[in-house]
């Protein structure tokens, strides 16, 4: 089975100061993994996505995760957080076999405020 | 504009009643996806349709059902409501059957049961 954890649900930066989302898996195959990005009333938008290519994955707005397989995590990075930052962001796990295959499983949401 | 539309926007029913969600793909995706989120349950994949067939299922009630029709377009059919029903529906669109490529998430349907 597949599991996302998203280690905080809260994370406070100040503008111009770096970015954390921590998110760790549990998958029972080679996962592919992906950020997705919620603002306020909106729907969900990709950041980024980790298909067993290169490791370090850049994706929009600056952000960009490292995969770590020995660690099973996929940390969400930025180097100055933006106002426009702010939002919920989503750790995904594509389940990539089992009776699951092909679907979906979301961590449950890390929260980003930035403060001025 | 992710190019994925839903209607209604917001939708406020009461207990026992049913409602159905619609949803517009983007041209040329075959596949929609159907999620709910929920301030307790988070986000949950409900059901995907791949070109007018169900393709898998999540978590999805019996007293829910979608389909899809030949136009792509598909409906969320939400019945007998009951309050915890109350959340965000959200479908999404990608071109393939599988996930490798992105989905694309329409901005949501918001389902109050009173």
């Known amino acids: 089975a597949q599991s996302v954890t998203q280690l905080d649900s809260h994370v406070s930066v100040s503008e111009g100061t770096p970015v954390l989302l921590r998110c760790n898996y549990s998958?029972?195959?080679?996962?592919?993994l992906f950020w997705y990005v919620q603002h306020p009333n909106k729907g969900l938008q990709l950041l980024l996505k980790?298909?067993?290519?290169?490791?370090l994955v850049k994706g929009i707005n600056g952000f960009e995760a490292e995969f770590k397989k020995s660690e099973t995590s996929f940390h969400l990075t930025k180097p100055s957080a933006h106002m426009s930052d702010e939002a919920e962001y989503f750790c995904?796990?594509?389940?990539?076999?089992?009776?699951?295959?092909?679907?979906?499983?979301f961590g449950q949401g890390t929260i980003l405020t930035v403060h001025p | 504009d992710s190019g994925v539309t839903q209607t209604p926007k917001h939708l406020i029913t009461a207990t026992g009643q049913r409602v159905t969600l619609r949803c517009s793909p983007r041209s040329g995706d075959l596949s929609v996806y159907w999620y709910q989120q929920s301030l307790d349950q988070g986000l949950q994949f409900l059901i995907q349709?791949?070109?007018?067939?169900?393709?898998a299922k999540g978590n999805i009630l019996e007293r829910f059902s979608a389909q899809q029709f030949p136009d792509l377009h598909s409906e969320l059919n939400l019945s007998s409501l009951e309050l915890g029903d109350s959340a965000l529906y959200f479908c999404a669109s990608s071109v393939g059957q599988r996930d490798y490529n992105e989905q694309f998430f329409g901005p949501g349907t918001r389902l109050t049961v009173l």
């Open positions: 980790y298909t067993s290519a290169a490791t």
């Open positions: 998958s029972s195959y080679s996962p592919s």
């Open positions: 995904v796990v594509l389940n990539a076999g089992g009776t699951s295959y092909g679907k979906l499983t």
């Open positions: 349709y791949y070109n007018g067939e169900e393709r």
